[in-house]
């Protein structure tokens, strides 16, 4: 079993930014990947962002150019989102792939002026 924590949502004006963490306990010598989706209300959750062990990152094209997604152990990931606009607000939840799928409990993101 692997539980994900995340931390660093809140309400920023259209603009600003913010840095998500994602922190990985119990059995992380399982996971291959980890990263971030989001869920906005009446929509489906997508894929934001995710990076691999070997540092492969993949991002929505949605957010190219304005989220960085990084991780400084095998345990912890970070989505630096910057410039964010009304259309990032969501709940976003940390995710890792290892022989199973784990989620966190997700975090609000607001961004509204």
């Known amino acids: 079993q692997v539980q994900l924590v995340e931390s660093g949502g809140g309400l920023v004006q259209p603009g600003g930014s913010l840095r998500l963490s994602c922190a990985a306990s119990?059995?992380?010598?399982?996971?291959?990947?980890m990263g971030w989706y989001r869920q906005a209300p009446g929509k489906q959750r997508e894929l934001v962002a995710s990076?691999?062990?070997?540092?492969?990152a993949d991002f929505a094209d949605s957010v190219k150019g304005r989220f960085t997604i990084s991780r400084n152990t095998k345990s912890t990931v970070y989505l630096q989102m910057n410039s964010l606009k009304p259309e990032d607000t969501a709940v976003y939840y940390c995710n890792a792939k290892a022989v199973a799928t784990y989620w966190g409990q997700g975090t609000q993101v607001t961004v509204s002026s």
């Open positions: 119990g059995n992380i010598f399982g996971i291959y990947a």
């Open positions: 990076i691999t062990n070997g540092g492969t």
